[in-house]
């Protein structure tokens, strides 16, 4: 049985090559709208698990081009702007969206600092020569090694994708 919308469509195509039109109900006809709809489900699908990666492949991809120290610049990166912000919005106003985000954000990395921050083992000559070579694909990342950099100094193995206190 064809799954993706293109086979579907096709074999339709095929089928219905002398009229090309199809009844509102017929079998042909719902097989194009499941087709459809899982194509879209499919679609939304990536769009999430990209979005859900997204914070993960800035991280890495902030730390190949600086080095393991710059961890806590990296963590203090929006707190200018934060300040900035706050500075800017009047006496008894609420917070912006953007101050909210921020926060949230600062908070959310915060939490997961203390914990152990998910990071590439940049002590690895090897992994370190990986993550040179990194071109920024998410399929790629499952070669290399992974630590968790606790705020105390600890580091603990990891594994990928990060899933809690892996």
Known sequence: MAKSLAKVQKKISKKQAKTGVLHANSK????????????????RLAVARAKTNQPLLHIIRKLREDDL?????????DDEELAERKDQRRPGRPSSTREDLLKRQMTMQDNEYSIGFWIPDMQ?????????????????????K????ARDGSIHRSSFPPKGQS
């Open 69 to 77: 120290l710059n961890v806590i610049r990296y963590l203090s990166r």
């Open 146 to 149: 992974y630590v968790r950099l």
């Open 124 to 144: 690895d000559d090897d992994n370190l020569e990986k993550l040179r070579r990194w071109n920024g694909d998410w399929g790629y990342l499952s070669t290399l």
């Open 28 to 43: 042909d006809a719902q097989r194009l709208r499941r087709a459809g709809a899982r194509a879209e489900k499919l679609e």
